[in-house]
């Protein structure tokens, strides 16, 4: 195939001079196989080499080389071939693959949509087009480009990851990092505001220790509002910043009237407030407007224009608007539900006389919208809001609403029903309220089944744009079957074992279910423990209003056993040499209620049901009855038992000890409670009250003996926070201090009272450094005080770690029981706890007392009290 063009070129080289042009080969065509047409022809016109060329100027590898560095193509091979006559360069190609998707993480700063949006148009990265590798990177370095033009203070470090499916596309995943370390903040251009009130502004990105969107975000809108509560002008992108070596270098541009020009008003005699050299000041500027537009009878406007592009200095014009103008002669308000007409006056500045100035009634329009605001209340803007007829100055006021809500679940999986997850919210129709908003959404967060990742409103009515659809988003918590297993060992009771099934959306119905089995090692040969409950959390209902305010019901039953347990009953005194004591016949003398040296165990079986309700907002009420059966085992003499036995009785006999034993029994506990919570945190409080009483009776019988007694409870705990504010809410530093105390009246079962001690779920029976359960009695107190430390991790399932210092204090006593009298039992320690997203909040304590010098560990599941 070659021969014939090597000939050609050797006679060319011999020829005359003027047949070099008539006998040159040159291309004809150029062929690519292996592609799309459209792929070809992209390639062919994009190409050095074009039909016409010499052939001897044609480089084979040059055109592989050229052709890969299109990024389309994985492999490219090149050969110049002769068909039909014709000379021909053929390029055998191997498209890369098609996209299947393309994902962006991480990008807050530009609307994603838009990005993506740019990456189709510009590059044709999009789902179904051919991937092209040099494009993948142009694009990284373009997104890099916008964030310089748009002051961003550091280029976002940004990657792309591209990844094969299983049918042969690929994904292309954009991850982008907006964050960076901060050490320090150096802010320069402040004039106008106190130094305190820029290190407090800027603190939180100094205590955060990095650099995020939100957090600088943040920065510049609290600093937007302390200019505009002073009435300074200030545009948060005007602000310079960069950000390089953990310092973050902030220039404040704050305008300066450099000329003042009321030329368009004629001749004026009004001395005004603004002044050449001073702050741009918007209070002044409204004052004067005011007084301009009395003085001239017309509607005087004012504009601030950067001086030769200069965003620091402006000339301020004052010119008269083309509208209708007069005199005010009275100010109405419509519209308005919640914020009383008075209070909307009171900072409307325009009067009665004024001449009507649509830019000054404009701001008194927006300091309308900020009285809202402050009372958790919006208003839309609309075209009509501001109104001004036949000398009436109108403020029509719309008041935002909750139209409906939309749900959109991540992958189309809802969870659970809409209901379920809207009645934790304002009511659709009421008026949008931030306060009463952000404790629904904070109420969703804490189930334990799903999260809210995102909440946006719009407005789809545009004769109604008062009217909000609030859209959540929503995603699963945790995936898999909720079943949990556990292994323990106790030196006193040895090992043991749990399995557990739990949820808290029960077959999808927001419904919370447990059930779980257990077994451990017990002397009486009573092994198995089980329990099975179901939590209604909210009777949802067309009935009364149990669809306005949270009532829900709890239905549970168990069985479980007690080991260990001390058997009193009567022996002789001794001294203290151990010899028995005699009374002056000659008899012994007998101690009541001494423990024996023998153990039991005692099972309790039972059954009850609790109703909840919200009186209030910050007020719950709870009633409840439960019935519990009684039975007890003895535990035989173990190896280091040492059984009494004296002249009078013999513990070491089974049938002696036997008939120490409580009487089996059937006993009903009716109980009510009232908790308060106004705390500003559920899981981690750093302010606020949270305090509960309770009083219930309980009836039964043991053996013969019939029972009946009060048991009568109450607690208290406040918080103090102070520091920097957290992400999640809350202060990083937080003081709490609480008190629980308790009694038990009348004639209780002989295993009824309070045991407190550490490693309890409860925390009012707490008492960190001693056994669990280890100090009981007929009445409890115990009281705590906690600095809290908040390190402000939130990564990954870890949602918060807290380094906690903690004393305890408490005591459990019997009155008119000598061997169990009231005394003071202190203990002290750190501990750390752990929040996972999982709903499931780890508390870890070591606490040291008179009584343990070596410490006591103590691990309990659940919120700080």
Known sequence: MRHPLTLAVTVALVAAPHAYAQTTATLDDIVVQGAPDLLANYLKVNLSTQPGAALSSVNLRQVEQDTLATGFFKTATASLTTQNGRDVLVINVTPNATISSVTVQGLTFFPVEGFKGALADRLNIAEGATLNTARIEQSKELLAQNYRAENFPFTPNISAEVKT???????????????????????????????????????????????????YRAVLDTLGRAYSDRGFA???????????????????????????????????????????????????????????????????GWEAAPENNNPGRVVVRFAAANTLSGPVQQIQVSGNTVVPTADILAVVKTKVGDTAAPQLVQQD??????????????????????????????????????????????????LTGERVITRELPKTGTLFNDKSFRGGIETLQRLDYLKVTNVQTRSDNPERPQDLTVVLSLAGETAGIPVTASLTYDTLVGFGGELGYSTGNFLGTGNGFGASVGANQNDAGQVWSGNINYTIPWIDIDFLDFREKRTGVSFNASSSAVGNQALTGKVVKKDANGNELKNADGTPQIQDSADTGRDYTVRNTGFGISLGRNINQFLNARV?????????????????DKPVKDSTFDYTKDEQATTLLPKS??????????????????????SGVRADASAGFGVGRSGNDNLRWTQLEGGARTYFGFGRAMEGGGKQH????????????????????????????????????????????????????????????????????????????????????????????????????????????????????????????????????
């Open 165 to 215: 499916d299983k049918d042969g596309k690929v994904s292309v995943t954009y991850v982008v990092d907006e964050t960076a370390p901060v050490s320090r903040v150096e802010v320069s251009g402040n004039t106008l505001l106190p130094q305190d009130v820029i290190r407090d502004t800027f603190k939180p990105l100094v205590d955060n220790k990095r650099f995020t969107i939100e957090s």
């Open 624 to 640: 409840g009855v439960s019935t519990s059966y009684s039975t007890y085992y003895l535990e035989p003499v173990k190896d280091g």
């Open 365 to 414: 329009f927006y300091a309308i919208q900020k009285l809202y605001n402050d009372r958790g209340y919006e208003i839309a803007a609309t075209p009509d809001a501001i109104a001004f007829e036949n000398g009436t100055l109108t403020f029509n006021l719309r008041e935002v609403r909750i139209a409906k809500y939309e749900l959109q679940w991540a992958d189309n999986k809802a």
């Open 734 to 865: 937080v003081f709490a201090v609480r008190l629980n105390a308790g009694t038990i009246l009348g004639q209780p079962g002989s295993g009824t009272r309070f045991s407190i001690g550490s490693s309890t779920p409860n925390f009012a029976y707490e008492l960190r450094g001693y056994e669990p359960g280890s100090i009981t009695g007929r009445n409890y107190f115990t009281a705590s005080a906690e600095y809290r430390y908040d390190f402000g991790l939130r990564a990954g399932f870890a949602q918060g770690l807290y380094g906690v210092a903690f004393v305890d204090a408490g005591d459990a006593w019997t009155p008119g029981d000598a061997s169990n009298a009231f005394n003071v039992n202190v203990g002290y320690g750190a501990g750390v706890q752990l929040n996972l997203n999982l709903g499931l909040n780890l508390r870890f304590d070591y606490g040291f007392s008179p009584v343990n010098n070596r410490g006591k560990f103590a691990f309990r599941i659940g919120n700080f009290w």
């Open 234 to 300: 200030f545009r948060p992108e005007n602000v310079q910043a960069n950000l390089d070596a953990g310092v973050l270098k902030v220039t404040l541009v704050e305008p300066i009237v450099t000329n003042i020009d009321t030329s368009a008003l004629g001749t004026v005699n009004v001395a005004l407030k603004t002044k050449a050299g001073a702050a741009l000041n918007f209070n002044n500027l409204n004052d004067d407007v005011r007084a301009l537009s009395n003085a001239t009878g017309k509607a005087v």
């Open 665 to 686: 029994g059937v006993t009903t506990y009716t109980s009510g409670a009232l908790s308060f919570d106004n705390t500003d945190r559920f899981d981690a409080p750093s």
